[in-house]
């Protein structure tokens, strides 16, 4: 069991950036793949970035390639995602969540994470 709370969430002008923290508990977490979704209101849980349990993989979004990086400190049991070039449509309750089926591969489902944060709220003015 390990629980993630999120945190750097908050309002910014188009063009800014942000870095979202999510802090994990538990001795296992640098075992646990991570990632990290968003949600829109009125729209589905999509995936945003996430990372292998090791950090030797990453994969994204194709809206935010180039513009987030998907990063992991396992002595700190957190995984940052910074967010640059932010646009209105990156508006979303964002969640880090963590996967513990030791795959290699990055997972893009949300049925394929086992826990979950509460969410942050990004919210980017135009």
């Known amino acids: 069991q390990v629980q993630l709370v999120e945190s750097g969430g908050g309002l910014v002008q188009a063009g800014g950036s942000l870095r979202l923290s999510c802090a994990g508990s538990?001795?296992?977490?640098?075992?646990?793949?991570m990632g990290w979704f968003r949600q829109a209101p009125g729209k589905e849980r999509e995936f945003v970035a996430g990372?292998?349990?090791?950090?030797?993989?990453?994969n994204y979004r194709d809206s935010v390639k180039g513009r987030f990086t998907i990063s992991r400190a396992n002595a700190k049991n957190t995984v940052y995602l910074q967010m640059n070039s932010l646009k209105p449509e990156d508006t979303a309750v964002y969640y880090c969540a963590a996967d513990r089926s030791l795959s290699p591969d990055v997972a893009t489902l949300a049925g394929e994470y086992d826990y979950w944060g509460q969410g942050t709220q990004v919210t980017v003015s135009s």
């Open positions: 538990g001795r296992t977490f640098s075992s646990y793949a």
């Open positions: 990372i292998s349990w090791g950090g030797g993989n990453t």
